[in-house]
Structure formats: structure tokens, C-alpha cells
């Protein structure tokens, strides 16, 4: 092997183990695929439709629910129900409905020097970009959305990155 091959395969997997690393130092990566409470609801009960229709978070009802892939959802109306019948990839939120921040923050930034990984969201705190839901933690005494805007690209691919990985795994 020439010096440029040894070279190349030091780097990956100093990658490969830095990323591994990485993973294992992750918050909550044990927790199901999709943040929903107990009775498999998601969002809080939030319409997921109304965050690209209206742009905002609209409280659904358990009277206009649907059930996709063992995951409840509520609806304001039958309309918007519709609307996520047709095509629910386009409404679910991104990183299982976990928060963007959580995951794609870097690493001794968190709330109380958590690590990045899976954590709640307040479903009133989201923002659409390139077309798709990204919910956020809030308690009105940190907002993470407000902390992710400033760094928002390189939140994203960390994020992006993280949940692929963490999915890869399990």
C-alpha cells in the first residue's frame, strides 16, 4: 500500500470512530422513532396540516383523527383531514417530530449542558423550511428556535445528520 492509501484509510476511520463516539455521547437516542405520547397520539394533538396551510399550530380534535402507520393525528376539520390522507409524508414533522434544535445543536450548547439528541417540543414552536415541519422546545424561558435561526444551515446538517446516523443504528 502507498502512503497516500494509508493515509486515506487513518482518516476514515478516525471518521468512523469519531462519528461512533459521537452517537454514543447522543440524548435519548433509545426513545421511539416517533415523539408521541402513550396513546400513540402525535403532536400533542396539533393539526399538522394547518403549519403549511395556515402557518400556524391549530389544536386538532379527536373527532376528525386518522390513524397512519399506528400514529394518531388530529384534525381542526375534515378538509385538512383530507388533506394529510392524500399525502401525509408531505405533513409529517421532520426528526419523528423530535426537536430540530435537540438534535442539530453542537455539542455544550443544550439547556443545562445537555448533549444534542432526542427532545420534547412545545408544538406551538415550529418552522417550515424547504417545505417541511420542524418543531422546537419552548418554555417560555428558553426557546430553541430562537437559538437555532442565527446558526440555521449548520444546525440542519448536523441535525440531518445525527438523525440519520442515530436511525442507522437502531
Known sequence: MNK???????????T???AQEDNAK??????PYYNINKDSLAL?????TEYFVNNRASQGSEKH?????????????EKTKSLFIENPEKYIPEFGGYCAYG?????????????????????????IIDNKLYLFYNNHVYNFLEVWEPNEMANLERANERWKAINEKN
Do not use: R
Open 26 to 31: 447522543l440524548a435519548n437516542i433509545d426513545a
Open 65 to 77: 383523527q386518522y390513524k397512519y402507520q399506528g400514529i394518531i393525528y388530529y384534525f381542526v376539520n
Open 4 to 14: 497516500l492509501n494509508l493515509i486515506l484509510i487513518s482518516i476514515l476511520i478516525t
Open 103 to 127: 438534535l442539530g445543536m453542537e455539542f455544550g450548547l443544550g439547556l443545562n449542558g445537555n448533549p444534542p439528541g432526542k427532545y420534547p417540543v412545545n408544538p406551538e414552536t415550529f418552522k
Open 44 to 48: 400533542n394533538g396539533f393539526d399538522p
Open 16 to 18: 468512523v470512530t469519531y
